[in-house]
């Protein structure tokens, strides 16, 4: 089947990101044809490094999808990427705005026509000290029970091994082993159909994130924790939690009770969600310090 057509800065992009993720590490590419090549889809993935972005896109290009993110909306008044978000199709994430339903509207309308959507539900690099899945925003259910889409499960490591931002330390020397695997389509018929309330959110987000970290633990070979980590929080709950306030809050990047939080976000052809969020550590070692911005994706 042709390749999705993205445009100039969609392959612009891509010019710069596949030798990029050549150089950052020895990357293995798993699941690429669980990547739908027509139709509506969303990916929900895993978060752990400022590089993500870079290689989701990829992997999402080399499936013959344009990869569209949901963004934070600060990215488009940096130089040069105030073109390329918005030419490569890119969603800008609203955060803690009166124009925070407008992400999640511009996230909905994507699926709609027929795009490919990416989402870290996490809203920002997972502060879980072991590098696992913290609990989510719910904006993510809120975009799969949208429509009768597909909902594909994705998750990065090693990556975080090469780039830790807020540790400044980049290390692509020696060359280390960075995965990305798609997992199959996420089975939501049972929620489809109820009504949508904040129980109804939080009960499918923890449902996607759970495929998600059990697909993690898949790649980690080391069983996955049983909850999920908060942050603010001591520990982590024995199983996934309620919403908090009783009011959902979600991401595409974070999309708050349906508006938009933010995620990372990245540039070109793919940019990540929006960015903003702590780094973590390698695994064992704790996560600290707030997001900046983010490319690709």
């Not at 909905?108 to 996490?122: F, H, N, S, T």
């Not at 400044?168 to 309330?197: N, Q, T």
């Amino acid at each position: 089947m042709a390749r999705e057509k993205g445009g100039f800065w969609v392959g612009l992009t891509a010019v710069f990101f596949y030798p990029l993720t050549w150089l950052c590490g020895r990357w293995r590419v798993e699941g690429l044809d669980r990547i739908p090549r027509s139709g509506p889809a969303l990916i929900v993935a895993n978060h752990i490094s400022y590089l993500d972005p870079v290689y989701t896109a990829v992997f999402v290009h080399r499936g013959k999808r344009v990869p569209r993110f949901l963004a934070k909306d600060s990215i488009w008044r940096l130089p040069v990427m105030k073109w390329i978000m918005p030419g490569s199709g890119q969603i800008p994430v609203y955060r803690d705005s009166a124009d925070a339903q407008r992400s999640l509207s511009a996230g909905i309308e994507a699926l709609e026509d027929g795009k490919m959507v990416i989402i870290y539900p996490e809203g920002t690099i997972t502060r879980d000290p072991d590098q696992w899945p913290m609990q989510s925003r719910t904006g993510v259910a809120r975009l799969a029970l949208s429509g009768d889409v597909p909902v594909i499960p994705l998750v990065h490591w090693g990556t975080l091994d090469v780039f830790d931002m807020y540790q400044k330390k980049f290390r692509p020397l020696p060359r280390k082993e960075i995965v990305v695997r798609c997992g199959d389509p996420i089975d939501l018929s049972a929620y489809r159909g109820r009504p949508v309330d904040a129980a109804l959110l939080r009960e499918v987000t923890d449902h996607m994130m759970g495929v998600v970290r059990d697909l993690l633990a898949e790649v980690r070979g080391e069983p996955a924790p049983a909850g999920f980590y908060r942050k603010g929080r001591a520990g982590r709950p024995a199983a996934p939690e309620g919403p908090v306030d009783g009011s959902p809050d979600g991401s595409a990047s974070g999309l708050t009770d349906g508006s938009a939080g933010g995620s990372e976000a990245s540039a070109g052809g793919s940019p990540d969600g929006s960015t903003d969020g702590s780094a973590g550590g390698s695994t064992g070692r704790s996560a600290s310090g707030s997001a900046g911005g983010e490319a690709a994706s």
